[in-house]
T-cell receptor, first 112, second 116 residues
Framework: EAAVTQSPRNKVTVTGGNVTLSCRQT?????MYWYRQDTGHGLRLIHYSYGAGNLQIGDVPDGYKATRTTQEDFFLLLELASPSQTSLYFC???????????FGHGTKLSVL | AQKVTQTQTSISVMEKTTVTMDCVYE???????LFWYKQTASGEIVFLIR??????ENATVGHYSLNFQKPKSSIGLIITATQIEDSAVYFCAMREVSSGSWQLIFGSGTQLTVMP
């Protein structure tokens, strides 16, 4: 079973703070994704990547940067965090663009 | 633009009965993939079942099956012989093929409660 590990599991920061969420997958998947989950909205795609050095913009990219340093590692950066970014963040990976997603356990971020 | 809609916010059923969760989608693409995922109370999200748009047969995996009605842009999830542990939030999702974006768009989810 594919393994996707997110860190940290919980994070609290203040408005204007700098936050990095990390994601590592160990199944050599090409595709990795960052989603945010908010009540009433389901899962919304922030950024995704289909390989090291590649970055694609999702549906809600404003205020977020992402970087795919290796095939295994995908980072989500919030350089000036705002309370509207308080959310549950999920990282996921897939072998191909049309294949099932494997999700991490999520990171709960609170911006005060 | 693609869109996925789940109008049922929550459903409650008795254990061992059959439940159907609705999902409708919008797409201009002639080829697409439809998925159902389950999110447990612990927050874990797992893949359940998939339907490819070009396949006429409804997908079935264990006690999960799909009711794919392409003319109606509808993909219902059917759970037979429900169990307490089926209580979760169920998400429908779609991925278009020809748009080239490889984005998976999710619906807002349906909370299923299975009662003893």
């Amino acid at each position: 079973e594919a393994a996707v590990t997110q860190s940290p599991r919980n994070k609290v920061t203040v408005t204007g703070g700098n936050v990095t969420l990390s994601c590592r997958q160990t199944n050599s998947h090409n595709y990795m994704y960052w989603y945010r989950q908010d009540t009433g909205h389901g899962l919304r795609l922030i950024h995704y990547s289909y390989g090291a050095g590649n970055l694609q913009i999702g549906d809600v990219p404003d205020g977020y940067k992402a970087t795919r340093t290796t095939q295994e590692d995908f980072f989500l950066l919030l350089e000036l965090a705002s309370p509207s970014q308080t959310s549950l963040y999920f990282c996921a990976s897939s072998e191909g663009g049309c294949e099932r997603l494997f999700f991490g356990h999520g990171t709960k971020l609170s911006v005060l | 633009a693609q869109k996925v809609t789940q109008t049922q916010t929550s459903i409650s059923v008795m254990e061992k009965t059959t439940v159907t969760m609705d999902c409708v989608y919008e797409t201009q693409d002639s080829s697409y993939f439809l998925f159902w995922y389950k999110q447990t109370a612990s927050g874990e999200i797992v893949f359940l079942i998939r339907q490819d748009s070009y396949k006429k047969e409804n997908a079935t995996v264990g006690h999960y099956s799909l009711n794919f009605q392409k003319p109606k842009s509808s993909i219902g999830l059917i759970i037979t012989a429900t169990q307490i542990e089926d209580s979760a939030v169920y998400f429908c999702a779609m991925r278009e093929v020809s748009s080239g974006s490889w984005q998976l768009i999710f619906g807002s989810g349906t909370q299923l409660t299975v009662m003893p």
